[in-house]
């Protein structure tokens, strides 16, 4: 199994990125994937998070608006766009995969955002 982010960089306030996460030896399209966050000494937080099909997507209210996740079962990924971003967006953004109805999950190693002039 393999969960890998790329796309991850510096940018300036008010910039964009896009994240991409590749997933690979399990079935993609009957996980429901997400995008955490996590900054030094503060807890690991749910981002955005998007169904198996792709027909529902939930976001935290600190990036609603602002932030997009999508998803391509056809190519086994899941993307984050990040549109207006500030300061405060900086941290490591991993991804997380979890099977429907199952505890079964798996994480990526992360990639750094960081906003910033």
């Known amino acids: 199994v393999q969960v890998v982010e790329s796309g991850g960089g510096l940018v300036q306030p008010g910039g964009s990125l896009r994240l991409s996460c590749a997933a690979s030896?399990?079935?993609?399209?009957?996980?429901?994937m997400s995008w955490y966050r996590q900054t030094p000494g503060k807890e690991r937080e749910m981002v955005a998070s998007?169904?198996?099909?792709?027909?529902?997507?939930n976001y935290s209210d600190s990036v609603k608006g602002r932030f997009t996740i999508s998803r391509d079962n056809a190519k086994n990924t899941v993307y984050l766009q990040m549109n207006s971003l500030k300061p405060e967006d900086t941290a490591v953004y991993y991804c997380?995969?979890?099977?429907?109805?199952?505890?079964?999950?798996?994480w990526g190693q992360g990639t750094q955002v960081t906003v910033s002039s």
């Open positions: 998007i169904t198996s099909v792709g027909d529902s997507t």
């Open positions: 997380h995969a979890r099977r429907r109805w199952s505890d079964l999950n798996y």
């Open positions: 030896g399990f079935t993609f399209s009957t996980y429901v």
